[in-house]
């Protein structure tokens, strides 16, 4: 199924290669449960087709019964199946032969509605609840990955998987499942029809199904691969679209929507293009395929028209053909065309979502870095002492960003690090959360190594505020108990007050019910960091890691949150990141990092004693760039140079 179709730009075509089985996989794993539904919606199919096809040969019945010259007893008798009217039924008088006949349809089409919401309710309640599953699990497993899988991923190509292609198998099993039930009884039931009423002439009517299935193989050997890049190619519009409307501030700030517009179009341009690749295939086998469907419908209307028109069998068919039975025979036929066009619709639905499948459990079975082992043992924090045992690691491009790194914090005391941009200080502490996992050496919590230790009960020890003041669409208090879900309204209070975030709050137009919009983007970035340190407050954690947590707040607010956060980091581990030095001097240890390495550490008085890179910082902060020695400036230049954003 792999080909350069789809495998150079496919992000999942790894993923889906080793896919076997999409669409058995998922009516097995997602469909068992409902099988129930399902079944509900083909029994009910089969007898709302089944009264479907009635209509026809009672109209048959009644042409040669009232409209013929035949005697009706034994016209009427030789049309309707004895099952639906035994012999003793049948009224001696035309009139009320005619009269049971209707009521014979009208009762077909009451009882067919019934089942036909039947088979209606089945495929739905079975397609909804197999798209919920699926939607769930994915997204359940995708969010379980490490931050490896997301970093080559983009949002809107993710997004595409768990919305276009997950809604792509609710169509297939509703519609597609639906047409194919359909489409199977009316096929089979009108040829048991037709050969009943007149072997020979089926053998006419049925003459383009071996055309119809040779030419709809190759519709699918052709179309298989179409679908596959049009699956992808929908991911990066997404994806397009999603990065520029997140970053529509910087858009309009730059002045570059007529560039953004050019590059949108691009990837629409791209989409077009592969969509219409397959647009062209489909929209020349559909009427291909009506066109022989309506060959057959031709054919018997030509032979059973001269058949009852001359009175005599034509060519090698012999006996006779009544009206009402030619009548019922074009009906039938024109019904059989239908279903056999509609075959090709079947196919192209079950292209489409297979595709999609194959994306979906491509994802589903990613194996990530980090496998969280629910067997394995809770996380005990007693003292709170963190160790890192010559720890290196490098993320999947295979650059070392750490390399040997020992250090050792005791329980209570706060760590800072600090170091040039892309020096590794935000991989350490990653590690330490088990964003990802350390390639040689260990890091110990209490002599618990946190590779052997359950993810929830590591992260559940530890409170987070990072670079990004994340919010969540939603609340002011629904976003600060994000993870304490159960805090109470007063304690809530206690934590925005420790974060200086209470008078701002209190200042929103609904107060802690206000909605901060999606990100946060109705509140200053500052606030956005307040709100996001009383998050940590409120949880309370045995380890406290703070990188960069004041970056986005003044100079003012910024000794405001100094102040709480000495608070909440007393009797508790606490590793801090800073870029301005002089929130982190007070810190019992300073790490500083240069490539991934210790080179310095010690308190800040003994740091700016040795007079080595800690105080060449120290010194650019405090505007001292001119004394500072030239070789310093030359490192820090070739360090700018070389170094990549979020390598940090």
Same mark, same amino acid.
């Not at 045992?389 to 295979?398: L, T």
């Given at each position: 199924?792999?080909?350069?179709?789809?495998?150079e730009?496919?992000?999942?075509a790894?993923?889906?290669?080793?896919?076997?089985?999409p669409?058995?996989?998922?009516?097995?794993?997602?469909?068992?449960?409902?099988?129930?539904?399902?079944?509900v919606?083909?029994?009910a199919?089969?007898?709302?087709?089944? %009264?479907?096809l009635?209509? /026809? #040969?009672?109209?048959? &019945?009644?042409?040669?019964? $009232?409209? @013929?010259?035949?005697?009706?007893?034994?016209a009427?008798?030789?049309?309707?199946?004895?099952?639906?009217?035994?012999?003793?039924?049948i009224p001696?008088?035309?009139?009320?032969?005619?009269?049971?006949?209707?009521?014979?349809?009208?009762?077909?089409?009451?009882?067919?509605a019934?089942?036909?919401?039947?088979?209606?309710w089945?495929?739905?309640?079975f397609?909804?609840?197999?798209?919920h599953?699926?939607?769930?699990?994915?997204?359940?497993?995708?969010?379980?990955?490490?931050?490896?899988?997301?970093?080559?991923?983009?949002?809107?190509?993710?997004?595409?998987?768990?919305?276009?292609?997950v809604?792509?198998?609710?169509?297939f099993?509703?519609?597609?499942?639906?047409?194919?039930?359909r489409?199977?009884?009316?096929?089979?039931?009108?040829a048991?029809?037709?050969?009943? %009423?007149?072997p020979?002439? /089926? #053998?006419?009517?049925? &003459?383009?199904?071996?055309? $119809?299935? @040779?030419?709809?193989?190759?519709?699918?050997?052709?179309?298989?691969?179409k679908?596959?890049?049009?699956?992808?190619?929908?991911?990066?519009?997404?994806?397009?679209?999603?990065?520029?409307?997140?970053?529509?501030q910087?858009?309009?700030?730059?002045?570059?929507?007529?560039?953004?517009?050019?590059?949108?179009?691009?990837?629409?341009?791209?989409?077009?293009?592969?969509?219409?690749?397959a647009?062209?295939?489909?929209i020349?086998?559909?009427?291909?395929?009506?066109?022989?469907?309506?060959?057959?419908?031709?054919l018997?209307?030509?032979?059973?028209g001269?058949?009852?028109?001359?009175?005599?069998?034509?060519?090698?068919?012999?006996?006779?053909?009544?009206v009402?039975a030619?009548?019922?025979?074009?009906?039938?036929t024109?019904?059989?065309?239908?279903?056999?066009?509609q075959?090709?619709?079947?196919?192209?639905?079950?292209?489409r &979502?297979?595709?999609?499948?194959?994306?979906?459990?491509?994802?589903?079975?990613?194996?990530?870095?980090?496998?969280d082992?629910?067997?394995?043992?809770?996380?005990?924090?007693?003292?709170?002492?963190?160790?890192?045992?010559?720890?290196?690691?490098?993320?999947?491009?295979?650059?070392?960003?750490?390399?040997?790194?020992?250090?050792?914090?005791?329980?209570?005391?706060?760590?800072?690090?600090?170091?040039?941009?892309?020096?590794?200080k935000?991989?350490?502490l990653?590690?330490?959360?088990?964003?990802?996992?350390?390639?040689?050496?260990?890091?110990?919590?209490d002599?618990?190594?946190?590779?052997?230790?359950?993810?929830?009960?590591?992260?559940?020890s530890?409170?987070?505020?990072?670079?990004?003041?994340?919010l969540?669409?939603?609340?002011?208090?629904e976003?600060v108990?994000?993870?304490?879900?159960?805090?109470?309204?007063?304690?809530?209070?206690?934590?925005?007050?420790? &974060?200086?975030?209470h008078?701002f709050?209190?200042?929103?137009?609904?107060?802690?019910?206000?909605?901060?919009?999606?990100?946060?983007?109705?509140?200053?970035?500052?606030?956005?960091?307040?709100?996001?340190?009383?998050?940590?407050?409120?949880a309370?954690?045995?380890?406290?890691?703070?990188?960069e947590?004041?970056?986005?707040?003044?100079?003012e607010?910024?000794?405001?949150?100094?102040r709480?956060?000495?608070r909440?980091?007393?009797?508790?581990?606490?590793?801090?990141?800073?870029?301005?030095?002089?929130?982190?001097?007070?810190?019992d240890?300073?790490?500083?990092?240069?490539?991934?390495?210790i080179?310095?550490?010690?308190?800040?008085?003994?740091?700016?004693?040795?007079?080595?890179?800690?105080?060449?910082?120290?010194?650019?902060?405090a505007?001292?760039?001119?004394?500072?020695?030239?070789?310093?400036?030359?490192?820090?230049?070739?360090?700018?140079?070389?170094?990549?954003?979020?390598?940090?």
């Amino acid at each position: 199924m792999s080909g350069p179709d789809w495998d150079e730009d496919d992000p999942f075509a790894e993923q889906r290669e080793s896919v076997d089985g999409p669409m058995r996989r998922l009516l097995g794993e997602f469909g068992r449960p409902y099988w129930s539904a399902v079944a509900v919606g083909i029994v009910a199919s089969v007898f709302a087709r089944v %009264l479907d096809l009635l209509p /026809a #040969l009672l109209l048959g &019945a009644a042409i040669d019964t $009232i409209f @013929a010259e035949a005697t009706g007893r034994d016209a009427l008798a030789s049309q309707i199946p004895f099952t639906i009217v035994p012999e003793g039924w049948i009224p001696a008088t035309e009139l009320d032969q005619f009269l049971l006949i209707v009521a014979l349809i009208a009762l077909s089409f009451a009882i067919g509605a019934i089942f036909h919401w039947l088979r209606n309710w089945g495929f739905n309640a079975f397609a909804q609840d197999v798209q919920h599953d699926v939607r769930t699990a994915t997204y359940d497993r995708m969010q379980r990955l490490d931050m490896g899988f997301f970093a080559d991923k983009q949002t809107g190509e993710m997004m595409s998987v768990l919305s276009n292609d997950v809604n792509q198998l609710e169509r297939f099993l509703n519609d597609g499942l639906n047409s194919a039930f359909r489409m199977v009884v009316m096929v089979v039931g009108i040829a048991a029809l037709l050969v009943w %009423l007149n072997p020979q002439l /089926a #053998l006419v009517a049925m &003459a383009p199904v071996p055309l $119809i299935a @040779a030419f709809t193989y190759l519709f699918v050997k052709r179309i298989q691969p179409k679908y596959a890049a049009v699956r992808s190619s929908v991911g990066t519009v997404n994806s397009r679209l999603e990065n520029n409307l997140g970053g529509i501030q910087v858009i309009k700030s730059s002045n570059t929507e007529r560039f953004e517009s050019g590059r949108v179009e691009d990837v629409s341009r791209n989409y077009f293009e592969t969509n219409w690749g397959a647009i062209r295939i489909r929209i020349r086998f559909f009427p291909a395929l009506q066109l022989l469907s309506g060959i057959g419908f031709v054919l018997t209307f030509l032979v059973g028209g001269y058949w009852v028109f001359a009175g005599t069998a034509p060519g090698p068919f012999t006996g006779a053909l009544s009206v009402g039975a030619f009548v019922t025979f074009i009906l039938y036929t024109q019904q059989l065309v239908w279903p056999m066009a509609q075959f090709g619709q079947i196919i192209n639905m079950y292209q489409r &979502a297979n595709a999609s499948a194959e994306r979906i459990f491509g994802l589903m079975d990613e194996t990530g870095r980090i496998d969280d082992d629910d067997a394995v043992d809770p996380l005990v924090v007693e003292g709170g002492r963190v160790e890192y045992d010559g720890v290196s690691f490098a993320y999947d491009d295979g650059e070392t960003v750490l390399e040997d790194v020992s250090l050792a914090v005791d329980g209570g005391e706060t760590l800072a690090l600090v170091g040039p941009t892309g020096a590794g200080k935000s991989t350490v502490l990653k590690l330490l959360l088990r964003l990802y996992d350390v390639d040689e050496g260990a890091i110990r919590i209490d002599g618990q190594d946190v590779r052997e230790v359950s993810l929830r009960s590591l992260r559940e020890s530890m409170g987070y505020v990072g670079q990004e003041s994340y919010l969540f669409y939603g609340t002011v208090e629904e976003n600060v108990t994000y993870g304490t879900f159960d805090a109470s309204h007063e304690e809530v209070i206690e934590a925005a007050k420790a &974060a200086e975030a209470h008078e701002f709050i209190e200042s929103l137009p609904e107060g802690y019910d206000t909605m901060v919009g999606e990100r946060g983007v109705k509140l200053s970035g500052g606030q956005r960091q307040r709100l996001c340190i009383a998050r940590a407050i409120l949880a309370d954690p045995e380890i406290l890691i703070l990188d960069e947590a004041t970056s986005d707040v003044d100079t003012e607010t910024e000794m405001l949150i100094q102040r709480s956060l000495d608070r909440l980091t007393e009797g508790r581990t606490t590793f801090a990141i800073a870029h301005r030095l002089s929130t982190i001097k007070d810190a019992d240890t300073i790490v500083v990092l240069e490539g991934g390495r210790i080179v310095e550490r010690g308190s800040h008085g003994e740091l700016i004693a040795n007079d080595g890179l800690y105080a060449h910082l120290w010194g650019v902060q405090a505007g001292e760039i001119d004394e500072l020695p030239r070789e310093f400036i030359e490192r820090a230049q070739r360090r700018v140079a070389r170094t990549e954003v979020g390598d940090d």
